[in-house]
């Protein structure tokens, strides 16, 4: 069944460090993965997403690389900055009449000057 | 645009009451979710809309309805709260492929 863990609850990191999100999932179905932030008080909010076809994908400060054969999905954010404090969550995707998302529980991410 | 907007942000209830969450979307989209998120786990699909007039259930569903009679529109109902729907509910919509615009919460805590 879908299943979406994440290794760390929590992770702390220095400002300006790079910052690296993982986690693991046991459906291989998904079309595709989403990361999304929370902050405090917040909606989710889309940060970027990834084909089940595609190991790897860039944005601005962020990259998400996914690994199908270990069903391994990791976020990695460039030069951490105050305001990348939040909850990161991550989400499989299927589209079969309708998409549907499986979050997973979330790492909170604290920036430490 | 305002994006997805839901009303009330927050309300207390005692159990028993009934009560309507609103969500509002003006991104002409046609899919529409509500989700619950509880302290320590991530969201949770309650019901969603594939389209104007359509609703199915979602992996929580129980104790809530829901209408969509517009399409910028989806109503989430608790007929009969009771304290383990105390939570914060968060709706979504999308075009059906690609990520999910989120509102900013209600909080609902019931007594």
């Given at each position: ?35 999304y932030k929370q902050e405090s008080?917040k909606?989710p909010q ?37 305001g990348d404090s939040a909850v990161y969550f ?16 979330g790492t909170r991410l604290t920036i430490?000057? | ?111």
């Open positions: 069944g879908e299943n979406v863990g994440l290794h760390l609850p929590t992770l702390s990191v220095q400002e300006g460090d790079n910052s690296i999100i993982n986690c693991a999932y046991s459906n291989s179905a998904s079309d595709y993965f989403i990361w008080g909606g889309f940060i970027i997403d990834i084909r089940s076809n595609m190991d790897k994908r860039q944005g601005q400060r962020v990259t998400v690389l996914l690994n199908k054969t270990v069903k391994h999905l990791s976020l990695q954010i460039a030069a951490t900055q105050p991550c989400a499989l995707c299927w589209v079969q009449g309708a998409q549907k998302l499986v979050f997973g529980q430490n000057p | 645009n305002a994006g997805v907007t839901q009303t009330p942000k927050f309300r207390v209830l005692k159990t028993g009451q009934s009560m309507t969450l609103l969500c509002a979307q003006d991104m002409n989209h046609e899919y529409m979710y509500w989700y619950r998120q509880d302290p320590g786990m991530g969201l949770r699909l309650i019901h969603y809309s594939v389209g104007e007039g359509t609703t199915a259930k979602g992996e929580v569903p129980d104790g809530y309805n829901v209408s969509r009679l517009k399409k910028q529109n989806f109503l989430l109902g608790l007929e009969s709260a009771a304290p383990s729907q105390t939570s914060v509910y968060f709706c979504a919509s999308s075009y059906g492929t690609g990520g999910e615009y989120f509102g900013p919460g209600t909080r609902l805590l019931v007594l």
